[in-house]
């Protein structure tokens, strides 16, 4: 640390930082624009104007800008010094001459970092009296608006979108005051995290588009911390409700997760919450028709169902891990047994999902980190397309790439945060990235190697790369030169890394495919590399599903036409999309009562004899356990009305209403999850995960709205003008309004919002760290379960034999299908969300090889579908890639099917 003197008072400053970083962690406000903690410094805005001194001898010092200059033992400078903020109000007010005097209807309003750091140099008047600069705006798609009248020309998105994210189609254009961010043309934006130019931006120049469409006043909001439920990662977010209804969700720090961005999917996808499909009524079946009857009418008929014959459950990955765990206590088995519940999985993603987790807990190597992968300078990603299954990690990837910019920059002694003569040195640079998937991927841009071939190939690939590394592993035979030459190529570069990085995962629900890349990580260990696993899982709550334990869809098929299923009850789980058609009818006609507790109307809750209405992610609190094994708390924003309630809660009064002694007698969240980690070992630590209900913070609750929020009375003038209580839940240490504590020391679990004095906008991040980029001053949120030190462990797994594309089903010739993911349309629930339904558009088959593309019917099992075929020449030669879900609800794993054109259009 260095020892530097700001307006007279030393302090401490991070070697290798900047200024701007140092005065800002010493709690001096200084204005900026363009600089960005993750993105570096450009010296674009010229707002960060201080003094600085030569010695204690210079009384007349110079202006230097903040974000340029290097911290050095002795520096001194000053903020308050008089030239230094008379340039600051000079740079504000011509970076205003164009800007529209519309605060009081702009989005941005209320939030908006330009606002901040106009108030923050005192600039108070305009003597601007000329012509405004007026641009066209663009139609940027169904997620960001456009108003680039607002522009102060910072560059940050820009720099957010192409060389922080590697999306090409948002530019910069013209100069001076006519200069213009955004396409060619207007169109949607491309990139999966286009949503994040929402928070970059300090200006209202790109804003949230569904937000607006149902606009609230910023202050005006609840806000309550939760987790992305989209993919595995665990994104840590923040949901903001206003009148019943969750208005929007914002990226939430964690340093080791999500940090700074989310991907488009976790951003707009919780308006799911908010769609018709909801369900908000308890019904079952009477004269064949289902009718809404009072909640205490339905558990009396659970009473009557449940007692004909045994009940088994199916969990959800979708739900929370108390949730699943009272579905288990319901069917009467302890976390040992499997008897009388399912995972929600058929095979073959049943069995690959449980080794993934299984070999998570057992590897010699790390469970790595999302910010492990970005900092890793030796990447292998297996056999799983991470740009589809989990985006964020695919971000995280993809600044890999810097990591081989910085060792540049070390050897020329250019400190890392100067972002363009960084980038500029490192052009030709790749990243450290080695990439094997059947298709292309939208890294292979950044990859040094990228390999094409079919899962059982890239798992055999797997093995021959560990057995490079170690030769005590695994051997493969019959490898042509080709792939021994990659094998090697490979297996040296992790081998030359320091901190290298295995990710694979159960897209193709191949569990020689995880074994290879398990094998990988511990081989790396055996060599003392401080090598890393991570293994993504096909849901938010996977891993915690996995912890619990159950069998297969398959295996409670066959239990059902055994007879021994009476009564078949359903969390949160849509069936039909985990089967076959055929293997959906038949294990719903050989159940005698179907009871589905879940948010969403599904084709199984349209099946279900009892439907039972449960709250979703913004309605309830629960944990949920990532891919990593973190386990996070997610906590209410809204707060429903009954007969909502979280899906426990139902399970429990099942139980009570049949006289069930099931052990879920539990009231509020914190019971029920004491009573997860109690129920095994692995769950002990989940009581860390966040601060109990009963957390006080100086004496009271944290409120989860601003000082500024609009009365209640005002907000309900229009039913009554007596003031109702704010409504009370006993699940959450937050308070419902405006009424509590609130401090940036505050446990980093609980942070409903972020808004400081002088600082309105998410800038006010910065007061929450311990340090710029650094960890919450509260704490991170969630806690690992996974062990996270080095254990021994030996090789696993079987080299499986060379693929074939082909192959034989009912005795025709069948070609192989595999699940082709989609950033937007493989997910259920964000599929609900219209913005999200808008941007996935129509799903479309691509065949590799050549030929006709045009109309075809797709065949799978006995599924068929009309859809619409490309061929693509970059694909293995006759295999089929189909969008998991949205052709065949049911195909979501490999599978032998046909194509059969009935309309060609064009040929390739």
Known sequence: MAKITIDGRVVEARDGGNLLQACLEAGTDLPYFCWHPELGSVGACRQCAVKQYANADDKRGRIVMACMTPVTEGAILSVDDPEAKEFRGEVVEWLMTNHPHDCPVCEEGGECHLQDMTVMTGHRERRFRFDKRTHRNQDLGPFVKHEMNRCIACYRCVRFYKDYAGGEDLGVFAQHNNVYFGRQESGTLESPFAGNLIEVCPTGVFTDKPFSRMYSRKWDMRGAPSVCTHCSVGCSTILNERAGKVRRTLNRYNDEVNRYFLCDRGRFGNDFVNAPSRLRAAGYVMDGRMTPVPPAQALTRFAEIAADGPIFGVMSGRASVESNLALRRLVGEALAGEANVSTGWAEPLHGATMRAVELLRSTPARVATLQEIEHSDGLLILGEDVDATAPRLALAAYQTQRNAFNKLADANRIPHWLEAPVRTLGAETLAPLYIATPAPVALDKAATLSVRALPDDIARLGFAIANCIDPAAPGVSGLGEDETQRAAVIADALLAAERPVIVSGTQYASVALIEAAANIAAALAAKGKAAGLSLVLPEANAAGIALLGGMSLDALLEKARAGQVGTLVVLERDLARQMPQAGFDALLGAVRHLVVIDHSVTPTAERGELVLPATAVSECGGTMVSMEGRAQRFLQVVYPEAPLQVGWRWLRDMAEAAGIQAEIGWQTLDQATEAVAAEAPV??????????????????????????????????????????????????????????????????????????????????????????????????????????????????????????????????????????????????????????????????????????????????????????????????????????????????????????????????
């Open 683 to 908: 769950f002990a630590a989940i009581r860390e995960a966040a601060p109990e209900a009963g957390f006080m913070l100086e004496g009271e609750h944290i409120r989860s709205q601003t000082s500024r929020v609009s009365g209640r009375t005002a907000i309900r003038a229009n039913i009554s003008v007596h003031d109702i209580p704010p409504p009370f839940s006993p699940d959450t240490p937050l308070a419902s309004d405006m009424e509590g504590s609130y401090a940036v020391d505050m446990p980093g679990a609980l942070v409903p919002f972020y808004r400081v004095p002088g600082w309105n906008s998410e800038q006010s991040l910065n007061k929450f760290q311990q340090e710029i980029g650094g960890r919450m001053r509260g704490g991170d949120s969630g806690v690992r379960l996974f062990p996270g030190e080095v254990s021994a462990g030996g090789y696993v797994g079987a080299v499986p034999t060379r693929a074939d594309g082909r192959g034989q089903t009912g005795g025709e010739a069948a070609c192989l299908v595999l699940p082709a993911y989609e950033v937007f349309g493989s997910d259920e629930t964000s599929m609900a969300s219209e913005p999200v339904k808008q941007r996935a558009g129509e799903p479309v088959v691509r065949i590799g090889g050549h030929g006709a593309s045009g109309v075809a019917v797709l065949e799978i099992g006995g599924d068929r579908a009309e859809v619409a075929v490309t061929v693509d020449p970059a694909l293995p030669e006759g295999v089929i890639f189909c969008p998991p879900y949205r052709v065949i609800p049911g195909f979501a794993t490999p599978a032998w099917g046909s194509l059969r054109m009935v309309e060609a259009e064009a040929v390739a």
